[in-house]
């Protein structure tokens, strides 16, 4: 009971089960949890379970990816109309691809601002996890803000789940500041990574307080592989260039705040800078992996801003054993401050994210399969990639067995165009396309990034569009030929691909 | 002489001939000059004249588009290695798609922030032009701010033409401030349009000064046609839905700061404005035309900040000889601050403009004719569109006689990805994307925005699409076939497209 210090909540407790009828069909929820981080585990799983026996179909608005089976849970049973702003589960991709729930795919910076500017998503009931309730009847999150902040206040109801899973030593290390609408919005006073501008919890209207509930099940445990010889090759090439950038003066050793997206490749990056030349590093970035602790350990890192913190079961157990430790060098922040425009850019992110595929041109595909089927979803890669002071982009050359190429002629689908792409890598190499024309990118990357087997092919392609002319060369019927390729005949690559020599090539000097 | 109060330019007055032969062969210029407006009109014509009789060749930086015949001289005359970050010319765009310019298309807020981090764009000679220089040798530009600050900063020479057509009542309208280079940005204190934050002049370093030539031409005047049937219309349903914004309390009567592209279509929508129900509006925009004066004359408008000033001549001799009247009511600023992130963000612009084509899914392509031939480049739109609170797109439903439909299943370039898109418009509708899925997206915009001649062939590509499945349906062979189609036939027109009446029309009630 203590970690409820607002005593007019204590007669709301009441069990999940219970708490989760306060939820009609058709209602919208706007729920906690940011890749899989202080999400929902007890009432918005029992919504799900409802769905099994009776008729409720929600729209659910979230940080971004919830743990343990609850979005799985919700596609499987029918339980869901509509689900934004971001997904990781393999259960509800299948649904959104089959067409049974409608997905909207959007930058995380940019939710919470859209429940200002549009009616059509007012929050019925926020549910929203916290590590204890302040006197005064304010949310203490967990382990991430995401847009909780936004949907308390723009709920009818509010649900609380106290998680007594997580130590009390979470309390003070989150920062809420909720943006005034326009047209009053103002400055932004962050200025570092670690500039506190608002208070230790989630200010609500405590009367929206309808159901308070107790939880004790920690965050469902990132699962990351170690780093392997193709992601350490692509963290080499990363380190490589920031050292020159550097070496040149262009950089400190201490570059510039960093990003780095989910998954093994990004984390297999931060890794790498443990054994850099860089010191007195510091992390602006949304989801704080396993990586940036190690980077606190080794000392390289002064200090971690984001939205959530999600790692490994390994990592949870010392960090949180520990938390002390850390507590004074991290703060997590809503996620429309987190990922603001007007702070990455002020701050000048580098920012770290993988792609799908990327094309010769360098627009980069983060979200879709063959340019249809939804993967995971946007994420946050494009409110730093387009604003930040480096966008960078990663991923392998090719996978499974050289079938795929991930650079192709045209990508399959747009997230990040051209004009706010600076750097892709893959394990081959990596091409700084900064201030380069169309021509000189598409040379630079097939030298650079594109797996030997697919070079010539690719060539070929490209001195084939060239000679038809054109700033951006295409030829828009083959363009996409590598996909259907794929698609019809298991592999993107063409035995009779020939090189032909061109004046182009030598002109260019790949 | 009395336009040049500092007295030790006054022996570096030359002729533009001589001036121009301060650049050498391979030089880095960074002109003055943003959508015509404030350009060089002696030194840089110059040197396209030189490079008749002489093999000179220099890459050009400017603000945006230049005008007269300056591009155009440059591009036929072999005197352009590259240019960025816009352009507009005919001749030029030949020679982009010709490859025999290289052209690097650049957000237009981000090419001063270039300057600062990569070094293969150090300036050699900066050209600007000025209405008069100050008593410590300082510019004060003319019509536009652009990038010059960002060029005079990192040139080793400069130039200035001072030109004595323009009154000096110019005095006074500029407001410049250079952003500190990374780690050290500080905050940019604009929270309205009419937010002063730095000097009525350029700073310069005096000693880089090594020529001054004056002139006494005008810049080359706007061409604007009249507001036509569908430009009025789409005038119309974008004033109808802020009409709405405004009746169900998600806008006030006064909006948010107003940017408009450049052309026939954004200066019709702004026009649109003086009969309508609106008032005291602002402008947070890059280029004011002729419908920004048409609004400070109804009384509508209240400030606009831009960075330059492009009217057609019967404009300019009005607001010219009466400057003094508009003087207090705008302020030109250096485009990385009127374009930055930072800004737009936090005053909310409402931003207007235009598209080649756009698809089903709210994807926009503001640049490349068939994928692959340079128009005139992306400019501002995308710091705008991908920051500001309401991204409005805007084109025809068809245009050659209907050969073209400007709605089509896959854009064949992608410069504003669905995340960044919000309404789309043409004379026949508006479509309100924001919040919807992919698959919503589709039938409303089909339902909306496109040409009946095309409705019936687009819901054909859609339901074949979507009974393939996918978050986003799309036949990959098929997607492009339109573009490609037209390149082969002459027309996007597929005479035998049967709308086959299947379930999911029904469903999502088209």
Same mark, same amino acid.
């Given at each position: ?226 780093? +392997? ?5 692509? $963290?080499? #090439? /990363? *380190? ?8 040149? =003066? ?108 990327? +094309? ?5 595909? $983060?979200? #879709? /399969? *063959? ?8 994420? =946050? ?130």
């Amino acid at each position: 009971m203590e970690r409820i210090k607002y005593a007019p909540y204590l007669d709301k407790i009441q069990t999940p089960e219970k708490a989760a009828f306060l939820i009609n069909d058709k209602d919208i929820l706007g729920v906690s949890g940011f890749t899989k981080a202080g999400d929902s585990k007890s009432v918005l799983p029992m919504v799900a379970k409802r769905a099994l026996t009776e008729d409720i179909k929600v729209t659910v608005l979230s940080g971004a990816s919830l743990g343990y089976d609850t979005d799985a849970d919700l596609a499987k049973n029918g339980a869901l109309y509509k689900r934004m702003p971001f997904q990781a589960d393999p259960t509800l991709r299948k649904s959104i691809n089959n067409h049974e729930v409608l997905y909207v795919d959007q930058h995380l910076g940019q939710t919470a601002d859209m429940l200002q500017k549009i009616d059509s998503f007012k929050i019925d009931v926020a549910i929203i996890e916290a590590v204890a309730i302040t006197e005064d009847g304010y949310i203490i999150p967990t382990t991430s803000v995401g847009n909780s902040p936004a949907f308390t206040d723009n709920a009818d109801k509010i649900i609380i789940e106290v998680n007594t899973s997580f130590p009390e030593s979470l309390i003070g290390i989150h920062d809420v500041k909720t943006l005034k609408k326009q047209p009053n919005r103002e400055v932004i006073p962050v200025v570092n990574s670690d500039t506190r501008i608002g208070d230790p919890f989630i200010k609500i209207d405590t009367d929206k307080v309808v159901a308070i509930v107790y939880t004790q099940v920690p965050d469902s445990p990132a699962v990351i592989s170690a780093p +392997d010889d193709k992601t350490k090759a692509i $963290s080499k #090439h /990363i *380190l490589d260039f920031l050292d020159k950038e550097v070496e040149e =003066g262009r950089l400190t050793e201490s570059l510039l705040p960093l990003q780095a997206g989910i998954g093994k490749t990004a984390n297999a990056i931060l890794s790498g800078f443990t054994n850099s030349r860089f010191k007195n590093l510091t992390m602006y970035s949304e989801v704080l992996q396993d990586s940036t602790f190690e980077l606190f350990d080794s000392g390289k890192l002064l200090f971690a801003s984001a939205s959530s913190i999600t790692v490994t079961e390994e990592c949870s157990n010392k960090i949180f054993a520990n938390f002390e430790d850390y507590k004074e060098k991290l703060l997590l922040r809503p996620q429309n401050i987190s990922n603001a425009a007007e702070v990455i850019s002020r701050l000048g992110i580098i920012g770290i994210n993988t792609a799908i595929e990327f +094309d010769i041109y360098g627009n980069v595909n $983060s979200t #879709h /399969i *063959l340019g249809t089927n939804m993967m995971n979803g946007i994420g =946050g890669s494009g409110d730093f990639a387009r604003n930040g002071y480096l966008s960078i982009f990663a991923c392998p050359s090719i996978s499974k067995e050289g079938k795929i190429s991930h650079i192709v002629p045209m990508v399959s689908h747009t997230d990040h165009t051209e004009h706010d792409v600076d750097i892709l890598v893959t394990e081959q190499g990596l091409a700084d396309i900064r201030g380069l024309a169309p021509i000189e990118r598409a040379l630079l990357i097939i030298k650079n990034c594109v797996h030997p087997d697919y070079r010539t092919q690719l060539l070929s392609y490209f001195e084939e569009a060239y000679a038809l002319g054109g700033h951006t060369p295409h030829i828009l019927s083959k363009a996409l030929s590598w996909h259907t390729q794929l698609k019809m005949e298991g592999t993107m690559k063409i035995e009779t691909a020939v090189k032909n020599e061109k004046n182009i090539v030598m002109a260019y000097e790949l």
